[in-house]
């Protein structure tokens, strides 16, 4: 767009300047500068309602994506490209499916869970909060939180379901315990309730603090503030529902969440992990100037060794060979291996936004130690823009919600129902 404005400019100042000798010439000089504006305003038109740069994005073809990174690594992702959709996903499946009960501390992997519109079972239904100010603390500021292990003990002879058991490493000096896993309303009835927990200063959600579920031991708030070095409090959701904000591509969306940053669920794939394996490895390779990154240990990264763990998904799946094709679908339909009951809205996911990352996935989730420049320094250099809202950000994933209950498992299949486009939502 940048050559082509001068170049209409000029050749409507040359006709201008000639002797108005003919009706033509007036006529030529009157088209050829129209055809100049309209030009320019598609361009720029075409790449605003696609949330792009407005130089354009030339299209590439999924089976060249695998040669984008040869030469300088620097200067692999210098140009926006548009993938050409819809395109062959071959057998993709869910390869992972992990439950992190606890927000901000361990997750679990499972081969199937259960699953409404608020997410997955028992996923992100506890945090820790400022005894204070309630506000929900999360690994950003405390790393060491990834140490902690929560464990659902399932047990159909309780009153209460079973337990939530809550574990810490073995140098912390801290002992287990255990919350009741589905309280009954007479026993929450007890339990302080706190009406403004609250995340990141935007979102207010309602809360239970949680006692102990074995009798005559220390509560939960009193070992998790040894833990946190300062008083702290483990909530379980109250029953008030909290909305999630829409998204550019959604903006009437009307979904509800518990404690999870945004969505119920975020969706990944294994090819995409497998692209910022392969960008880490190369700017951990690269010792020009033009792929120097800040502080990136590059012995530490030299095989790209990122596990999908850091980015905390819920779903993962595997089989497209198209990193971040997920970007490029507005629906899709998760169907079991083997045939059941139920309708498509009820497996039916829409992707309703990327997932902009922060420094979380910095936090290694097996030491809960921050990492300098990995992965979010690396994303930074090829994954900004992506999303039409937050374009500063870089994104690793997609936000979905679903249409009803159900159950995930490892091995279902996946069908594109709705494309989203070249960019994705």
């Known amino acids: 767009m940048h050559v082509a404005i001068p170049f209409f400019n000029r050749a409507a100042q040359y006709w201008l300047d000639q002797p108005p000798s003919s009706l033509a010439w007036s006529l030529a000089a009157l088209v050829v500068s129209l055809a100049g504006l309209l030009w320019t305003w598609f361009r720029t038109t075409s790449n605003d309602k696609k949330g792009g740069s407005p130089i354009g994005r030339p299209a590439c073809p999924p089976e060249l994506l695998k040669d984008d990174l040869k030469g300088a690594v620097a200067n692999a992702y210098a140009f926006e490209r548009e993938i050409t959709v819809p395109f062959d996903i071959g057998d993709t499946r869910v390869s992972k499916i992990l439950v992190h009960p606890i927000k901000s501390c361990r997750g679990t992997s499972v081969n199937e869970s259960r699953y409404s519109p608020e997410g997955l079972e028992n996923d992100r239904r506890w945090c820790i909060i400022e005894a204070g100010s309630h506000a929900i603390i999360t690994a950003r500021e405390v790393s060491k939180m990834v140490l902690i292990t929560p464990r659902i003990e399932v047990d159909d002879a309780s009153p209460y379901g079973g337990r939530l058991v809550v574990s ?56 998790l503030s040894d833990y946190f070095g300062r008083a702290v409090h483990l909530v ?126 910095n936090v290694d989730p097996t030491t809960g130690v921050r990492d300098a420049a990995v992965p979010y320094k690396v994303l930074m250099k090829f994954r900004t823009g992506r999303d039409p809202a937050r374009k500063s950000k870089a994104c690793f994933g997609c936000n979905a919600v679903v249409g009803g209950e159900g159950v995930v498992r490892v091995g279902d299949r996946i069908e594109v129902k709705e494309w989203a486009g070249g960019i994705g939502v």
């Open 168 to 223: 810490f490493p073995e140098d912390s000096d801290c002992e287990p315990f255990s919350v009741p896993l589905y309280p009954t309303q007479d026993m929450v009835s007890d339990w302080p309730v706190v009406d403004d927990c609250t995340m990141f200063g935007t979102y207010v959600v309602q809360g239970y603090v949680c006692p102990s579920s074995e009798p005559g031991t220390r509560s939960p708030s009193e070992i």
């Open 236 to 361: 379980m959701k109250g029953p008030r529902v909290r909305p999630c904000p829409p998204t550019w591509a959604f903006p009437d969306l009307e979904a509800s969440a518990v404690f999870q940053d945004g969505y119920p669920f975020l969706v990944a794939s294994e090819e995409s992990l497998q692209e910022v394996r392969r960008v880490v490895s190369q700017f951990a390779q690269d010792e020009t100037p033009a792929g120097r990154i800040g502080g990136i240990d590059r012995e530490r990264w030299r095989d790209g060794g990122v596990n999908i763990e850091r980015f905390r998904p819920n779903i993962v799946l595997k089989g497209s060979g198209v990193p971040f094709a997920e970007d490029m679908w507005r629906q899709i339909v998760i169907r079991p291996v083997e045939p059941t009951e139920g309708s498509d809205e009820t497996r039916t996911f829409s992707l309703v936004s990327k997932c902009t990352r922060c420094l979380l996935p």
